[in-house]
């Protein structure tokens, strides 16, 4: 193997590459062509091509019966699962995100901010029939949902003004795309100590979300998700005792990490 610096460069490029293919592939499930994988990442068709050969034959990246559709393989699960496997939070915060299930009946979701989404870590399924289903390893905007607002929430008016653009991107009708408005809503958040997503990401469905503060900023956030049809203000009010309670066992659990 060659050391010199173009090499090097080659190297990096490469990596860079693969990585950006994996994310591309984890964001769209299902196979794809040839064809529309170069035209969202631009590469040039015979490298790709190589690249592609390559992952499938690693187990990165899956062909369908013809071998000429792409998807991503089972190898990113096993990673995938190493991690959620392997940290910490999620280990410490399951007891609680158990009981938070018991005493709301409802969908309980862990997760983490990652640049301005958040990725679902841990969920737990609603007792009623009439549920939403939230895949872990999910990723959503973090304007959109009552997780991703509440760790907004922890970092300053400015830092927001410079993770996010001016304009948001419309989950559903009810989703703020103006900045400055989110801003304001966010202010709202670090006062009453929760954030609620009202039908922002899924029509239908209300969300409320709470930050868990064993760091500053907050990295992870919990949340209850409902069923409009079902939020009578006595079962709201339970919900948000319960995430308050949560907060303070997560606090508890997490102190040392």
């Not at 959503?140 to 001016?166: C, F, I, N, W, Y």
């Not at 009453?192 to 990295?219: K, M």
Request: charged share 25%; net charge neutral.
């Amino acid at each position: 193997m060659s050391t010199g610096g173009d090499s090097g460069g080659a190297q990096v490029k490469s990596a860079v590459r693969t990585v950006e293919l994996l994310e591309y592939f984890a964001d769209r499930p299902g196979m794809h062509t040839l064809a529309s994988v170069q035209q969202a990442v631009g590469y040039p068709k015979s490298s790709l091509y190589m690249l592609l050969r390559t992952l499938v034959e690693l187990g990165w990246v899956e062909t369908d019966a013809t071998g000429t559709r792409y998807g991503i393989g089972v190898r990113a699960l096993l990673v995938g699962a190493a991690y959620l496997d392997g940290d910490e939070v999620v280990a410490a915060a399951r007891p609680t995100l158990d009981r938070l299930s018991d005493d709301t009946t409802e969908t309980i979701h862990l997760a983490r901010l990652d640049g301005t989404s958040v990725v679902y870590l841990a969920t737990r399924q609603s007792q009623h029939h009439l549920r939403p289903f939230t895949r872990v390893g999910r990723r959503l905007p973090a304007h959109s949902t009552a997780l991703g607002k509440a760790l907004l929430a922890t970092h300053t008016d400015e830092q927001v003004r410079r993770m996010l653009p001016e304009r948001l991107t419309a989950v559903t009708e009810h989703t703020v795309t103006d900045r400055e408005r989110l801003i304001e809503e966010l202010a709202l958040v670090r006062e009453q100590g929760y954030a609620v997503d009202r039908e922002e990401n899924t029509l239908g469905l209300r969300c409320f979300g709470i930050a868990i503060p064993y760091r500053t900023p907050a990295r992870d956030a919990v949340s209850c998700s409902v069923p409009v049809a079902r939020l009578a203000p006595g079962h709201e009010q339970l919900i948000k005792d319960a995430l308050f309670d949560a907060r303070d066992r997560l606090t508890l659990a997490t102190r040392r990490l």
